[in-house]
């Protein structure tokens, strides 16, 4: 005696593209208070609520690791401010003395570090590098 099996086959329909993960920085008042990884469309979606601005873990100082368009200066942090007008994330100033850069929305000392020695610590009140005591 012959049987016939039937196989029931699925068709999958997988997407044209592939659907690209991004991090992305939840902003509230101007700052920075977590950074995440999903989807464009699940951010879209509001889902996770409104505000959230994508970031690139590849830019830092306006400057794209790996060659490609950089975004918004710098990948975001906690604590960082988003500055609409410029569209960056800008690190918090470390110390009252520096000053930020327009180019790469960075901070900088007023001395510049030495290149060599070190490791070295800023002195804020004596606006000097100090050479760190191992």
């Known amino acids: 005696m012959v049987t016939t099996s039937t196989y029931l086959i699925h068709q999958v329909q997988l997407p044209s ?5 991004s991090h992305f920085a939840k ?3 101007g700052l920075v208070t977590q950074v995440i990884v999903a989807e464009q469309d699940v951010i879209d979606s509001g889902i996770f609520g409104h505000g959230w601005v994508q970031t690139s873990y590849n830019t830092h ?16 942090g906690i604590g960082y401010t988003y500055d609409t007008g410029r569209d960056a994330f800008i690190p918090p100033q470390p110390y009252p003395s520096w000053t ?12 510049a570090m030495p290149t060599e020695g070190g490791p070295f610590t800023w002195n804020e009140a004596n606006q000097t590098w100090d050479a760190v005591q191992a």
Request: hydrophobic share 30%.
């Open 100 to 111: 930020m850069s327009e180019e790469t929305c960075l901070w900088s000392a007023p001395v």
């Open 61 to 76: 100082g306006g400057v794209h690791a790996n060659g490609n368009t950089p975004l918004r200066k710098n990948y975001a």
């Open 17 to 21: 593209k592939e659907k690209k993960l």
């Open 27 to 29: 902003v509230e008042n």
